[in-house]
């Protein structure tokens, strides 16, 4: 027997969630298929910016996040163990002069609650999406369920959520296009070593052998996240939760913290160990009729900034009154302008995050100079607050 639901979310990750919470709370029938069975443990985005906790607030995600998460009220460039200058995001919102920073796991877990408490039937974990078929004012999907069950529902909306490999999407016959980049990174969350007083700043050194960036986080510790030398010598495995990380890779990107900034990172302490690499894709389109795709499923840009994650909310938020509206009205998609808007975000995004890698990339000694001398001249002009917005993706 085919089920049937307003709208089909594919993807039970932090953006399917905060989807599908939004839908609940005005009233509109919503499933979430996850695929994974089990909740996910995974750590790797962090930081959540202020356009997003607004969005959060809609469901009441926003205070529980902000009794856990650390607030990154500045960032501080670093070059040589020399402050070039100082980027406060105090002016770059009216409701969260910070940037937050949270375990993924646990920014997911409070999404989760919200779903489960406006919709406590709406997630459904260990459900694959196997097939689609737009039949008229109406979508027919089907999967297999925990057990390798079929299921099948029929729904007047499905948004695709489920990331950059979207079954979605590849059901639908949509082509991406990017490029893949050179630049290879390391991630590692340990003890905070920086001294008490940086606990609300995030830094970024920028000296000659490429960047090494910090985000303090709960708990008293701290991410660093460092630009692998053209030897590939610094290196570490894709993270895999249930796995204790690899302790000589933990030393090797401790001895790069240590030799680029001076923080001493104690690897014993080291709970989260990944390597990176980084690529850029878009969606030819952001959608089909009555099918469409959020997220990464839309456009992947790299995690340099921490803007990707929160690139997905802001397509949630967008999204959600156009298909509650949609739902209560009887009317279908597409809607053109949301595609436009958050294609023109995405490409904004990206171009921000290419050159956030371009800055941390090595340099000869007199072009690191020149670097130095750039960004100690563009963090004193008064365009600052200008730059603080749009770090905080406050763009307008």
Do not use: K
Request: aromatic residues 4%; contains cysteine; glycine residues 12%.
């Amino acid at each position: 027997m085919t089920a049937e639901t307003d709208v089909l979310v594919v993807g039970g990750g932090p953006v399917g969630l905060l989807l599908g919470a939004l839908l609940a709370r005005d009233g509109v029938g919503v499933q979430v298929w996850e695929r994974r069975p089990a909740v996910p443990h995974g750590s790797r985005a962090i930081g959540i910016h202020p356009p997003s906790l607004d969005a959060f607030a809609a469901v009441g995600a926003d205070v529980p996040v902000l009794a856990e998460a650390t607030r990154v009220r500045e960032g501080v460039a670093r070059s040589r163990g020399r402050t070039l200058g100082t980027l406060s995001f105090a002016s770059a919102s009216a409701t969260h002069p910070y940037v937050v920073t949270l375990d993924q796991h646990r920014t997911e877990a409070i999404l989760r609650e919200r779903l489960e408490a406006a919709a406590p039937e709406a997630l459904r974990p260990g459900l694959a999406l196997t097939g689609l078929l737009r039949r008229g004012s109406r979508v027919e999907v089907t999967g297999t369920g925990p057990g390798g069950e079929p299921v099948s529902v029929s729904a007047a909306f499905v948004v695709g959520a489920d990331g950059a490999r979207s079954t979605v999407r590849e059901l639908l016959g949509i082509r991406t296009t990017g490029r893949d980049y050179p630049d290879r990174y390391v991630m590692g969350d340990f003890t905070d070593p920086e001294p008490a007083g940086l606990t609300g700043t995030a830094l970024v050194d920028v000296g000659p052998a490429g960047v090494v960036e910090s985000f303090p986080l709960p708990g008293g510790r701290r991410r660093y996240v460092a630009l692998s030398g053209p030897d590939r010598s610094l290196g570490a495995p894709a993270w895999r939760p249930e796995e204790a990380p690899d302790q000589e890779a933990a030393l090797a990107l401790a001895v790069t913290v240590r030799d680029r900034t001076g923080a001493e990172a104690d690897p014993a302490t080291c709970t989260m160990l990944s390597g990176f690499g980084v690529r850029r894709r878009e969606a030819e389109r952001m959608g089909v009729g009555r099918v469409v795709l959020i997220g990464d499923a839309a456009h992947e840009i790299s995690p340099i900034g921490g803007q990707g994650m929160n690139l997905g909310w802001l397509d949630a938020a967008e999204l959600a009154p156009l298909l509650a509206g949609a739902v209560h009205r009887g009317e279908g998609g597409p809607w053109p302008d949301f595609a436009r808007r958050r294609t023109i975000a995405a490409r904004r995004a990206a171009r921000q995050a290419e050159a956030n890698m371009a800055l941390g990339r090595p340099l000869g000694v007199l072009a690191h100079r020149g670097r130095e001398a750039f960004l100690r001249t563009a963090l004193a002009l008064p365009t600052s607050d200008l730059l603080a917005r749009v770090y905080a993706m406050r763009w307008s």
